[in-house]
Protein backbone atom coordinates (compact mmCIF):
# COMPACT_ATOMS: atom_id res chain seq x y z
CA UNK A 1 0.00 0.00 0.00
CA UNK A 2 2.63 2.40 0.55
CA UNK A 3 4.33 1.76 -2.76
CA UNK A 4 0.72 2.70 -3.98
CA UNK A 5 0.82 5.48 -2.18
CA UNK A 6 4.32 6.81 -3.25
CA UNK A 7 3.59 6.02 -6.96
CA UNK A 8 0.32 8.40 -6.69
CA UNK A 9 2.58 11.19 -4.91
CA UNK A 10 5.00 11.22 -7.94
CA UNK A 11 2.55 11.00 -10.68
CA UNK A 12 0.48 14.11 -8.91
CA UNK A 13 3.62 15.87 -8.82
CA UNK A 14 4.59 15.29 -12.16
CA UNK A 15 1.19 16.14 -13.59
CA UNK A 16 1.04 19.53 -11.90
CA UNK A 17 4.72 20.37 -12.48
CA UNK A 18 3.43 19.52 -16.20
CA UNK A 19 0.96 21.80 -16.35
CA UNK A 20 2.77 24.90 -17.67
CA UNK A 21 3.67 28.56 -16.50
CA UNK A 22 1.48 30.67 -14.30
CA UNK A 23 -0.23 33.67 -16.13
CA UNK A 24 2.60 35.95 -13.75
CA UNK A 25 5.60 34.19 -15.06
CA UNK A 26 4.19 33.65 -18.99
CA UNK A 27 3.86 37.89 -18.41
CA UNK A 28 7.12 37.93 -17.41
CA UNK A 29 8.78 35.82 -19.83
CA UNK A 30 6.72 38.03 -22.76
CA UNK A 31 8.05 41.17 -20.90
CA UNK A 32 11.47 39.79 -21.23
CA UNK A 33 11.22 38.60 -24.75
CA UNK A 34 9.76 41.97 -25.61
CA UNK A 35 12.81 43.78 -23.73
CA UNK A 36 15.36 42.02 -25.65
CA UNK A 37 13.28 42.47 -29.36
CA UNK A 38 13.52 46.19 -28.25
CA UNK A 39 17.44 46.03 -27.59
CA UNK A 40 17.80 44.33 -30.65
CA UNK A 41 15.99 46.83 -32.98
CA UNK A 42 17.83 49.81 -30.73
CA UNK A 43 20.90 48.33 -31.59
CA UNK A 44 20.54 47.69 -35.34
CA UNK A 45 19.14 51.01 -35.90
CA UNK A 46 22.11 52.38 -34.42
CA UNK A 47 24.21 49.96 -37.01
CA UNK A 48 22.20 51.52 -39.50
CA UNK A 49 22.94 55.29 -39.04
CA UNK A 50 26.92 54.55 -38.62
CA UNK A 51 26.93 52.42 -41.93
CA UNK A 52 29.77 54.48 -44.13
CA UNK A 53 28.22 56.45 -47.33
CA UNK A 54 27.13 54.61 -50.17
CA UNK A 55 29.87 53.53 -52.52
CA UNK A 56 27.28 53.19 -55.65
CA UNK A 57 25.78 56.96 -54.57
CA UNK A 58 26.63 59.55 -57.88
CA UNK A 59 29.35 61.85 -57.13
CA UNK A 60 29.84 65.60 -58.13
CA UNK A 61 30.78 65.66 -61.85
CA UNK A 62 34.68 67.37 -61.00
CA UNK A 63 35.09 66.95 -64.62
CA UNK A 64 32.82 69.88 -65.79
CA UNK A 65 33.25 71.53 -62.89
CA UNK A 66 36.88 72.45 -64.63
CA UNK A 67 36.00 74.03 -67.59
Same mark, same amino acid.
Given at each position: !??? @?? %? @? @?? *? &? +? =????? %?? +?? %???? &??? !?? =???? #????? @????? %? #?? *?? /? *?????? #?? =?? /??? #????
Amino acid at each position: !MKK @LF %S @L @LF *V &A +G =ALSIM %SC +GP %SAEE &AAK !MK =AEAK #AKMDS @LFNAA %S #AA *VT /D *VAPDST #AT =AP /DTA #AAAH
